[in-house]
């Protein structure tokens, strides 16, 4: 498996949602019980388009 650098806006995207979902879980800026695990669930998406980036070429 050969891996690639993701895209620039790929990228930004990513790390885009990660800050904002490590900002929203630490601050509790969105109170918990409204959008419960919002947070952790950006992270996520975050770091999964991240290494999306890098396993598919062109991606």
């Known amino acids: 498996m050969k891996l690639s650098a993701p895209k620039q806006i790929v ?9 904002v979902g490590v900002v929203i879980q630490l601050t509790g800026i ?3 019980a409204v959008i419960g695990g919002l ?3 950006l992270v996520f998406a975050g770091g999964a388009l991240l290494s999306l980036g ?3 070429k062109g991606f």
């Open 11 to 19: 990228f930004l995207i990513s790390v885009i949602l990660i800050i």
């Open 30 to 32: 969105i109170p918990f």
């Open 39 to 41: 947070g952790f669930w």
């Open 54 to 56: 890098v396993l598919l």
